[in-house]
Each structure stands twice: as structure tokens, then as C-alpha cells.
């Protein structure tokens, strides 16, 4: 039985041990050759004193060996922590401490350019690099042989695998623990629905600390298929990318529509016929209808799916896209439940919406996180006992997004309920952006609007008051931006006010700064 | 145009106090995602007037600042 993520991953193994499970184009790895690797990590991290539990901390770019790492944390019954190594230090240092790992997965010259020896302190016995030659800053890659093997430790279902960390309000971006039940929920449905089998190659374009990479490698992990990973270097570039996914012949696509969008526009998609590619789903961001039909007609031979994806609960509704599409439909549903799981709306007045009218989507089920790390208030808002009943313990997710219920019971989306916005399929909450903008010196105060972008979701637009004599140039804030956050949150133009319009509550008027932000554009 | 172009990247897309010699590798940088290459694309094309055909936008194409030098170069003069 299996109820342990890696346990569904060994299933496939035994069952394929001589398939290329993972490759990052230079070093494939077959399914006993993951095993081999995994069970190598795992052996290491509980010589090195690993407690059920422990967090560990993941700061690589992705490779074959950074997937045999995810696998072997998991065997010796910790939990790992994807961290973006292209964000600002800063960052990287906040989370992997927020986390409180106790082991962390790097890179030689990442671990030192990001000075993770002396913001965290760890012995270097509890650093994992994954080069080949390393110093004596950790444990190298070639070292593993000399730890043995050693059985997976025991763990429940409940326990967590991984956590992801999302743009929090704040200004600190806060930690989704996600347990093996949670995680194997998701990836099993996938898997059965997309008739995922050992003949597939599954890309891999979502960075590891993006959840939809979880569909990418275990979709592909517990089906015996191969999963590719895309170089990060090579991701950005269209026409690259169009090759790439053709000489290898991807047989199952997953990744934000502004992907699918760049590659369309950019990527001279008439060169090939992607016969393999018989599978293209989509999350993250609303996908225009006006660019969607011209991406079908690209990858002729792929069905598509419209996967809705809050990182508190997963995937937990979707809709595949009819081929041709209607031409009436203009916006593109969320679709209805996935297994197991149950949705519903929930009215203004706390009542369920039936058919036609508009509600926050709730969300019950086996897929619902276990909380943020370490806020049980925050996890309190997020997650409640169902409303419609307290019969017995229900907890329900509150996904913080407005939907109308359709016809056939599934759901339109319609926006948040608050600040957060989508750029890219990421995550980004304005309130994060402004905490920035106001820990410079020269600002007084500021405020961010999103304006809507059918290729990228929304472009970030920032109104500055400057402190009095402070001279500010909208160069020297983005800089100032770019060393606090992600690169995609950094606002696209910066706008100096004298003052910023406000209600006659004394909030900032929103609506009407993105009014007049839009019309200077 | 390159020391426009060295310029745009340290002050612009690198963080900090971070700086590249023209020959570095940005693709080992990180610098290079879908938004620095749609910032490196936009101020190419706003600096020069040129527009890239989408078949340039190539790793190679923009592995380093000469190299992005390199491809101007080749546009201008055809």
C-alpha cells in the first residue's frame, strides 16, 4: 500500500527499474538509478542526525540530482523547502530561517554567493552539495557512496512533504505545508485523469518551488513515465523551448498560459508538428479565449485542460477545453470538482449559491493544506469549519476567489476577494510591493495597482509621495525593488505623486489610482 | 550601444552592488528569465530601432553582453 509519496515512486521503480525516470539533458537517471540516489540522500541525511520532521531547505537550480534529493528527503521522513536561488539573498536567508531547516540542498557557488554558511550557521555535515568537487563547505555529491544505505523512515499520511512559500501581505511571504495525503491526492488524480502511463514524457517548465512542478515529477515518478526537465537557461527563449519540447518529444505539457502565449508569439511554432505531444495543461492565470484558440491550433494533436490551482489546496477543479472551442465562449470556466473533492460557493449572507449567482469558492476535501507554517491565526482565517453544518469536524479551505456557479456546476472565475494579484501565474500580493517601496528612505508612502494584461495576467504599476527633499528617479526604486523581491513583482513604472487619492474612509482609493495610472500608460 | 547595453544590466537587472564583466555569462547569472529577457529585448529595440526577429532570441544570442553586442552588430549591417 501506498500512502507515502516516495512509496508510490518506488512502486513505479520496481516496476520499470531500466525507464528513464528524470533528466535534465546531461545526466539521465533511470528508475534504479533514482532509487539508488534517493536512498544514497536519505542514508546521508539520518547519519547526519535528521529527526522525523525535519525541514530542509532546497537552493539549486533543477536537476536530475536535485529530483534524487527531493525523493531522499522524503524517504528519511523529512519535509523539504523549495527556495527560488534567484532570489535576493535576503529572501532565501528569511525563509529557509521562517522554516526553520535543519539541512539545506545547494550548489557550491550558490551556497556561497547567497552566504548561507554564516546567516544560518549550520555544521557543514548538515550541507548537501550537489556538485561533484566541492570544499569543505558541505558534503559533496560524490561523498554519498560512503554513507551506505538505509531504510526509509516511518511516517503518516498526515505528515508533511513539502512546504511552498507564497507572497504574503506583510511583506513576508508565508510557508503552504502540504502532507503526503494532500500531495498524493493531486498527483493520483493527474495521473488517472490524463491516462498518465510509462510510454509518457512529461515536461517539466515550472521552477521546483512553483507547486505545478508537483504534477511534472510525480505525475511522471508514479506512473513509471519519464519526466524532462527544462534548463533554466533555456526556458525563457521561445524558439529554443518550441525545439526542445519537439526533438524530445513531450507527450504531456503543464505550465501558466503566459508560457504557452510566449511560445505561440515568439517561439515560430509553424516548423514543427509536435505529433507527440497529446496533452497541454494550463494553470496559474486566466488564459484568454483569443489566445487559446490559436495555441490549439498550434499543438493539433493535444487535448487541453484548464487546471484551477490555489497552492492551499492544490488542483481541486478543471476543465477541458473543447476542440473547437465555441465561438460564443468568451471566457474560460474553472471547471468543476476533481476526485475526492468538494467545492462549493458560498454567498454574501453565508448561504451556498445556486446556479447563476456569484460567491467566494470554498474548498473541502483531502487536498486542503495542513496551514500556513508557523501562523496558526493566518491558517485560522484560511481554513474554517464548513458553514453549512457542525455536525462533526469539516474544515473547508476559503480560496479568497470570487466565482459564478454554471449550468453544469461548474464555476466562472471573477477576481480575489483581495490585494492579490497574478503576474506571470505567480503569486503577488500588492500589499508585499508596498512594504517594499516603503522601507526606502526617500519614499513617504506608496501604493501599487495591477492593471490587467491578456499576455502576462497584470502589469504592476507603483504611485510614489516622496519624502520631503528627497530626490528619487524611478530607476533607483526599481533597484530598490529588485533587492527586496522577485523579479516579476517589481513594478514596471514608477509614477511620483504629491498625495494618493483616498476614500472618504481614509484607505487608499485604489480604483481610482489605477484610473489614472492606466490613462497615463 | 555596449557600454549602454553593460550599463542597463548592472544598473537595471543585476541586484545590489552586483556587476558583470561584457564576456560573463548571464545565463549562469540567473539574469535572464522570461522578464529580464523581455527587459533586454525592450531596451535593445527602444536604444537601437531595430526590431529582433524571433528566431534570434536564442541562449546565444544572450549568454553575455558581447554577445548581444555581437547580434546588433550583425543586424545593422546585414
Given at each position: 500500500m501506498s500512502f507515502l509519496l516516495w512509496q508510490s515512486v518506488r512502486t513505479a521503480a520496481e516496476a520499470n527499474p531500466d525507464r528513464l525516470a528524470v533528466t535534465d539533458g546531461s545526466s539521465p537517471l533511470t528508475y534504479a538509478e533514482l532509487e539508488?540516489?534517493?536512498s544514497a540522500v536519505c542514508a546521508y541525511l539520518l547519519a547526519a542526525g535528521l529527526e522525523p520532521g525535519d525541514r530542509v531547505g532546497i537552493v539549486a537550480p533543477k536537476s536530475s540530482r536535485c529530483v534524487a534529493s527531493l525523493l531522499g528527503v522524503l524517504k528519511a521522513g523529512g519535509c523539504y523547502v523549495p527556495v527560488d536561488p534567484r532570489a535576493p539573498a535576503a529572501r532565501v536567508q528569511?525563509?529557509?530561517?521562517?522554516?526553520?531547516?535543519?539541512?539545506?540542498?545547494?550548489?557550491?557557488?550558490?551556497?556561497?554567493?547567497?552566504?548561507?554558511?554564516?546567516?544560518?550557521?549550520?555544521?557543514?555535515?548538515?550541507?548537501?552539495?550537489?556538485?561533484?568537487?566541492?570544499?569543505?563547505?558541505?558534503?559533496?555529491w560524490s561523498d554519498l557512496s560512503s554513507f551506505g544505505a538505509a531504510s526509509p523512515a516511518s511516517r503518516r499520511e498526515f505528515d508533511p512533504t513539502y512546504i511552498v512559500?507564497?507572497?504574503?501581505?506583510?511583506?513576508?511571504?508565508?510557508?503552504?505545508?502540504?502532507?503526503?495525503r494532500n500531495a498524493l491526492t493531486f498527483v493520483d488524480w493527474a495521473r488517472t485523469t490524463f491516462h498518465i502511463s510509462n510510454e509518457d514524457r512529461l515536461s517539466n517548465h515550472a521552477p521546483f518551488h512553483f507547486d505545478l512542478s508537483v504534477l511534472d515529477?510525480?505525475?511522471?515518478?508514479?506512473?513509471?513515465?519519464?519526466?524532462?526537465?527544462?534548463?533554466?537557461?533555456?526556458?525563457?527563449?521561445?524558439s529554443t523551448l518550441a525545439q526542445w519540447i519537439d526533438e524530445t518529444g513531450i507527450s504531456v505539457w503543464y505550465s501558466v498560459p503566459s508560457a504557452l502565449i510566449r511560445l505561440l508569439k515568439k517561439g515560430d511554432l509553424g516548423r514543427f508538428e509536435f505529433e507527440q505531444l497529446r496533452?497541454?495543461?494550463f494553470a496559474g492565470e486566466v488564459f484568454p479565449v483569443k489566445h487559446l484558440r490559436p495555441v490549439m491550433e498550434a499543438f493539433p494533436h493535444a487535448s487541453f485542460h484548464n487546471l484551477y490551482e490555489p497552492t492551499e489546496a492544490n488542483v481541486c477543479t478543471f476543465y477541458s477545453v473543447p476542440r473547437p472551442i465555441p465561438p460564443e465562449m468568451e471566457s474560460l470556466p474553472i471547471g468543476r470538482s476533481c476526485a475526492n473533492i468538494e467545492t462549493f460557493a458560498l454567498s454574501e449572507d453565508g448561504g451556498k449559491c445556486d446556479e447563476g449567482e456569484v460567491g467566494e469558492l470554498l474548498v473541502r476535501g483531502p487536498c486542503v493544506m495542513q496551514g500556513y507554517w508557523g501562523l496558526p491565526e493566518r491558517t485560522q482565517q484560511s481554513i474554517m469549519q464548513n458553514p453549512l453544518h457542525d455536525d462533526y469536524l469539516d474544515p473547508v479551505y476559503r480560496t479568497g476567489d470570487r466565482v459564478s456557479v454554471l449550468p453544469d456546476g461548474g464555476y466562472s472565475f471573477l477576481g480575489r476577494t483581495d490585494h492579490m494579484v497574478k503576474v506571470r501565474g505567480y503569486r503577488v500580493e500588492l500589499g508585499e510591493i508596498?512594504?517594499?517601496?516603503?522601507?526606502?528612505?526617500?519614499?513617504?508612502?506608496?501604493?501599487?495597482?495591477?492593471?490587467?494584461?491578456?499576455?502576462?495576467?497584470?502589469?504592476?504599476?507603483?504611485?510614489?509621495?516622496?519624502?520631503?527633499?528627497?530626490?528619487?528617479?524611478s530607476e533607483s526604486i526599481k533597484k530598490h525593488c529588485l533587492n527586496r523581491l522577485l523579479r516579476y513583482a517589481v513594478p514596471e513604472t514608477v509614477t511620483f505623486i504629491?498625495?494618493?487619492?483616498?476614500?472618504?474612509?481614509?484607505?487608499?482609493?485604489?480604483?481610482?489610482?489605477?484610473?489614472?495610472?492606466?490613462?497615463?500608460? | 550601444m555596449k557600454e549602454d547595453l553593460q550599463k542597463f544590466v548592472n544598473g537595471s537587472l543585476l541586484r545590489g552592488s552586483e556587476q558583470v564583466d561584457s564576456n560573463e555569462s548571464l545565463l549562469e547569472r540567473g539574469v535572464i528569465d522570461s522578464v529580464g529577457l523581455m527587459q533586454l529585448i525592450e531596451f535593445i529595440e527602444d536604444r537601437t530601432g531595430l526590431r529582433i526577429p524571433d528566431q534570434l532570441l536564442v541562449p546565444e544570442n544572450f549568454r553575455s553582453v558581447d554577445a548581444m553586442d555581437e547580434m546588433i552588430q550583425n543586424l545593422r549591417n546585414p
Open positions: 539508488e540516489a534517493s528569511f525563509i529557509l530561517r521562517n522554516a526553520d531547516v535543519r539541512f539545506v540542498v545547494s550548489e557550491d557557488r550558490l551556497f556561497t554567493a547567497l552566504d548561507l554558511s554564516s546567516s544560518l550557521g549550520h555544521p557543514s555535515e548538515r550541507i548537501l552539495l550537489l556538485d561533484d568537487g566541492v570544499g569543505d563547505q558541505g558534503t559533496g512559500y507564497a507572497s504574503g501581505s506583510t511583506g513576508e511571504p508565508k510557508g503552504v505545508v502540504i502532507s503526503h515529477l510525480y505525475g511522471a515518478l508514479t506512473a513509471g513515465a519519464s519526466v524532462h526537465l527544462v534548463p533554466d537557461s533555456s526556458a525563457p527563449f521561445p496533452c497541454i495543461l508596498e512594504v517594499a517601496l516603503n522601507a526606502h528612505a526617500g519614499v513617504r508612502e506608496a501604493a501599487v495597482v495591477a492593471l490587467p494584461d491578456d499576455e502576462v495576467g497584470a502589469t504592476l504599476h507603483a504611485a510614489v509621495v516622496p519624502a520631503e527633499d528627497s530626490k528619487l528617479d504629491s498625495e494618493l487619492p483616498r476614500t472618504s474612509t481614509g484607505k487608499i482609493d485604489r480604483v481610482t489610482l489605477g484610473k489614472s495610472m492606466s490613462s497615463d500608460l | -
